[in-house]
């Protein structure tokens, strides 16, 4: 049994909002990237900063905590009397994360199974056996695998915080309830168009300093990287009400890029195949609480061939179609996409295609949340009876009060 | 002696006849389906909630005490007598009002209650 406790706070300013329910999801295939929706209790001083016209703006944070921290009273207690110096004195030598640990009750002990547990597994075996199943294996790999670390201390409690923009918000009067719906800031984007009588062109044709270019218009910031492409002069034209959206990401596909804006409202240009760092780890002896695998033709995340159709009104007024297309050999489904952009080269078509591949094959798994887990991170997935998968997150669903939360795997992506 | 006020509004009940309270863990069991045990998310316990029964001597005390009842208010007990003084509630379900069968006199208001932090 593992104990934790689950939170969820919201300001809007410097003011706290109080939360029915929540559903926050961190989804890679999506434009915003971070999308949640809240159940708050109305609030006379607060309606009019939910103002999505506005640009309001909520902090979300969620925690999960495995045990009670003492406050610093509890210091104050022990020590009355003496000075901090004293305090130095006393603990000498030793980090203030270990006066931490001390003043820290935790909800779980962590232990490793004995050696029983192993006799039950392969109970008449001899230990001939044993070592001929692990052959390669060292024994610290056999102690890590009976171990259960459950979490115990003070440095498993995890904290994500998210800056979203406000994008609904809807009074129910009889109830005394607002829902609201947030999201990062490539809906900011979706919402700018170029205001002009002409066609913008962009300083340079370096892509990130493109992008700087427009997102300088939403006050975004594009986070330094290496990932960069040159793009065609032609495609570079910004025509007068093309969504800056568009116009960004017509460019950045044809590159095989993404584009996303991160739940700190920091800007990333990624390759295709970007993968977060760490290791989400899920076991059916752990935390997860149901499992489905789903393979499914007629749903929209899978295709193996694609169609893009650019279509573009030149200065004459006449109509431009330009396509791109990628397949695989014997290609079975076929998804078709319009974009309203001049032609920026091809590409586009195979780095969507890639990705579609990847997710022929989701499993949903339903666990205990976690903040630490979040999407392109390499997630492996322990289930008894069925062989180990090795996958990749695409998204992640908290939801409160439920304190659950749904990850959705995809396959590595091959370009 | 039992007094119930809203601040403005205040009645007296002849007696206060019952009073249950009950309050309800919001814990998340988890059931994991590799585990016996279930994973537990804690989470605070809500407020007491329960009924208070009233007894009145006369039809127009009943009614007046049922009408600042039906008032969207938060309202406090004052008890000389029991650990209920100080306790604050809101109404939360049903206010009944029942004549009372034998004497035909008597009547009482059974009123759902969820305290609130005020």
Redesign the interface.
């Given at each position: 049994?593992?104990?934790?406790?689950?939170n969820i706070e919201a300001w809007v300013g410097t003011q706290k909002i109080d939360i029915i329910d929540a559903a926050i999801t961190m989804d890679e295939s999506w434009s915003p990237y971070v999308q949640a929706s809240l159940t708050t209790v109305v609030d006379a001083d607060l309606i009019d900063l939910l103002d999505p016209r506005t640009g309001g703006r909520v902090h979300l944070y969620i925690s999960q905590e495995y045990g009670d921290s003492e406050k610093l009273s509890a210091l104050t207690a022990a020590y009355s009397g003496d000075t901090i110096a004293d305090l130095t004195t006393e603990w000498t030598g030793q980090d203030i994360s270990a006066i931490s640990a001390t003043y820290f009750t935790p909800?779980n002990p962590s232990f490793s199974n004995k050696l029983s547990r192993l006799t039950s597994l392969y109970g008449g075996g001899s230990i001939a056996d044993l070592t001929t199943a692990w052959s390669t294996w060292y024994l610290y790999q056999i102690s890590e695998l009976y171990f259960r670390s459950y979490p115990d201390g003070i440095y498993n409690n995890y904290r994500r915080g998210f800056d979203l923009g406000i994008r609904s918000r809807s009074i129910n009067v009889g109830e005394g309830t607002v829902s609201l719906e947030l999201a990062t800031d490539e809906a900011l984007l979706q919402d700018y168009a170029l205001v002009s009588v002409n066609n913008f062109s962009p300083a340079s044709l370096q892509l990130r300093e493109v992008i700087k270019e427009v997102l300088a218009l939403i006050d975004g910031y594009l986070i330094d990287g290496i990932t960069d492409a040159t793009i065609d002069a032609d495609a570079a034209l910004w025509a007068p009400g093309q969504q800056a959206w568009d116009y960004l990401i017509s460019l950045v596909q044809a590159a095989g890029l993404r584009l996303y804006c991160d739940e700190r409202r920091r800007w990333y240009l990624v390759d295709a195949n970007f993968t977060q760092p760490g290791l989400a780890e899920l076991?059916?002896?752990?935390?997860?609480?149901?499992?489905d695998d789903d393979i499914d033709r007629n749903g929209e995340d899978w295709f193996d061939a694609v169609v893009i159709e650019y279509s573009w009104t030149d200065v004459d007024g006449a109509t431009v179609l330009s396509y791109d297309t990628a397949f695989v050999e014997g290609f079975t489904k076929v998804k078709k996409f319009t974009v309203e952009s001049n032609f920026p080269g091809a590409g586009a078509a195979q780095s969507i295609l890639d990705r579609a591949i990847s997710r022929g094959r989701q499993l949903n798994v339903t666990t205990?949340?976690n903040y630490m887990v979040q999407p392109s991170m390499a997630c492996d997935i322990y289930?008894?009876g069925t062989p180990t998968e090795n996958v990749y997150i695409k998204a992640v669903q908290w939801n409160y009060?439920?304190?659950?939360m749904t990850v959705t795997t995809r396959l590595p992506v091959t370009t | 002696m039992t007094t119930i006020s809203s601040g403005t509004l205040t009645f007296t009940p002849e007696l206060v006849t019952a009073w249950e309270t009950s309050q309800t863990s919001r814990n998340v069991l988890h059931t994991i389906i590799g585990k016996a045990d279930p994973d537990v998310t804690l989470k605070p316990s809500s407020t007491r909630s329960g009924t208070l029964e009233m007894l009145f001597l006369s039809a127009s005390s009943a009614n007046t005490a049922r009408g600042i009842l039906a008032n969207g208010t938060i309202f406090t007990i004052s008890d000389s007598e029991t650990w209920l003084n100080g306790f604050d509630f809101v109404m939360s379900g049903t206010i009944s009002t029942v004549l009372e069968d034998t004497t035909r006199n008597l009547w009482t208001i059974s009123a759902d209650y969820t305290e609130v932090i005020a």
């Open positions: 049994m593992t104990v934790s406790r689950h909800f076991w059916s002896v752990g935390t997860i609480k149901s499992a205990v949340s289930i008894l009060p439920s304190d659950e | -």
